[in-house]
């Protein structure tokens, strides 16, 4: 078993942000036990469908990086009305993809990787919108590539083939706890 863990990865990238920001009283963020079950199944599906080691890695790292930096940005109330009405479509777009996605993974036959790509090519647009005066064009890439790579119309059909049942189970399962708990 291989000793990556998105759980440790992301109190790393906490870690970072919060030390420059640690004047402003930034609360702690944590990612919780089922979301780090998701992200570390995404890591080795990721992982499988490159064939790189390296490159899952990347794709998970920005994705925290990505997620911390949101995070903080929100708690700190650096979002304007029409910001926060942006992260209120963010949230439903996403909360839509993950029903779909598990739709998709329990009712055989239903799969189509156009519909799951384009939902998650919306929630990148809106994001990078909703952060575009706060991050750096540095971080606007790390969305686009987190997007763009989990959005791979091959990717999508690889992970609903036969090869990647037990991967899409347990992202299926983490993606129903998440939404039953409110967190997606």
Not at 36 to 49: G, H
Not at 98 to 121: H, K, N, P
Not at 168 to 178: E, S, T, V
């Amino acid at each position: 078993m291989e000793s990556f863990s998105s759980k440790s990865l992301a109190l790393q990238a906490e870690k970072k942000l919060l030390s420059k920001m640690a004047g402003r009283s930034v609360a702690h963020l944590f990612i919780d036990e089922t979301s780090s079950e998701v992200l570390d199944e995404l890591y080795r599906v990721s992982k499988e469908y490159t064939h790189s080691r390296p490159k899952a890695q990347r794709v998970l790292k920005d994705l925290i990086k990505v997620a911390v930096k949101v995070a903080v940005l929100h708690r700190s109330g650096c979002f304007g009305p029409e910001e926060l009405a942006l992260a209120t479509r963010f949230r439903q777009k996403l909360r839509q993809g993950a029903m779909t996605a598990l739709s998709f993974g329990e009712v055989d036959f239903t799969f189509e990787a156009a519909v799951l790509a384009g939902l998650l090519r919306e929630c990148r647009d809106i994001l990078l919108e909703l952060v575009e005066h706060h991050l750096t064009p540095k971080s606007h890439d790390r969305i686009r590539h987190v997007f763009d790579h989990y959005s791979d119309p091959d990717l999508l059909s690889a992970l609903y083939g036969p090869d990647f049942t037990q991967h899409l189970g347990k992202i299926c399962d983490g993606l129903r706890k998440l939404l039953d708990e409110g967190k997606l």
